[in-house]
């Protein structure tokens, strides 16, 4: 499965931006989905994931009631649209597909990865 991650860019604080990971194969359907983040000098951090078909979304408590999360109906194409961004935001976004059906913010549970997007909130 390859992933290709886009909309990433430069965004003041309190602007909006939405993420989209579009998978090259239909198999990516049928496995949870999660963007991941990872800011200069600190690990990459869960930030969200989407179960088959769209069920068992959830989130990083810093993101929650800010950023969402969906998938088409195809399930090949994920989006992640963020809201109310702050510069901690600033980081690159990584999506992943999951070996399970089941969402997760296990970063093992994922095998497959994107190339990142770097999404960058000034103050």
């Known amino acids: 499965v390859q992933l290709q991650a886009s909309g990433g860019g430069l965004v003041q604080a309190g602007g909006s931006l939405r993420l989209s990971c579009a998978a090259s194969?239909?198999?990516?359907?049928?496995?949870?989905v999660a963007w991941f983040r990872q800011a200069p000098g600190k690990e990459r951090e869960f930030v969200s994931a989407i179960g088959w078909r769209g069920g068992s979304s959830f989130y990083n408590d810093s993101v929650k009631d800010r950023f969402t999360i969906s998938r088409d109906v195809a399930g090949n194409t994920v989006y992640l649209q963020m809201n109310s961004l702050k510069p901690e935001d600033t980081a690159v976004y990584y999506c992943?597909?999951?070996?399970?059906?089941?969402?997760?913010?296990?970063?093992?549970?994922?095998?497959?990865w994107g190339q990142g997007t770097q999404v960058t909130v000034s103050s």
């Open positions: 992943a597909v999951s070996r399970f059906s089941r969402s997760s913010s296990r970063l093992e549970d994922y095998l497959y």
């Open positions: 194969r239909r198999t990516a359907s049928n496995n949870a």
